[in-house]
């Protein structure tokens, strides 16, 4: 039996994400971001209760605070504390995973699937997605990206603006784009 696009998604491997079950999925994910950014503070609170539902995971005290944006929500897992700063954007074709007591500063971009490099291929619709992982009391600097198949090591340290192409390693810090490690 053939596997439908959102269980090749799951899978890991290619898929075409011009899809009717994807478009539902991505339309839920829209209806609870636009709760999430609609709601006032007060009655939103940590994350409001469409898109917490909607989450992999979110532990005590995670926080995203609004405007936010995904593209499935189901991907995602927040540890306990995470922090998410506004403007935050988690494109989660791919578990994105985020550690406990890590924060983000605003404008954060995480970006799961990659596009094929066939123009064909890719106007056709075709991507795979690469997860990510970020390890417990990370920081996150405003307005950096990270891309699908990174891992970020505990207590490391990304700074604001930079593009993390590759891996980081526990306690480092790295800036720039691409990101590299500094010392000190």
Not at 19 to 39: C, G, I, Y
Not at 127 to 156: K, M, Q, Y
């Amino acid at each position: 039996m053939a596997q439908s696009e959102r269980e090749k998604m799951v899978a890991g491997a290619w898929y075409n994400c011009v899809d009717p079950e994807l478009d539902a999925l991505r339309a839920l994910a829209a209806e609870a971001v636009f709760e999430h950014r609609s709601l006032p503070p007060a009655d939103r609170g940590d994350i409001a209760p469409q898109l917490r539902a909607l989450l992999g995971s979110a532990g005590e005290g995670a926080r995203i605070e609004a405007p936010f944006h995904c593209a499935y929500g189901f991907n995602i897992h927040l540890g306990d504390g995470v922090f998410l700063n506004a403007g935050c954007t988690i494109l989660d074709t791919a578990p994105v995973r985020i550690g406990e007591g890590t924060m983000f500063g605003p404008g954060v971009q995480i970006y799961c699937p990659e596009h094929h490099k066939d123009p064909a291929l890719r106007r056709a619709g075709l991507e795979i997605g690469r997860p990510v992982t970020i390890g417990r009391n990370v920081w996150i600097g405003g307005s950096a990206i990270l891309l699908g198949g990174v891992e970020i090591g505990d207590d490391a340290v990304v700074g604001a603006g930079s593009v993390v192409t590759k891996s980081v390693a526990v306690g480092a810090t790295v800036v720039g784009n691409p990101a590299r490690r500094i010392v000190g």
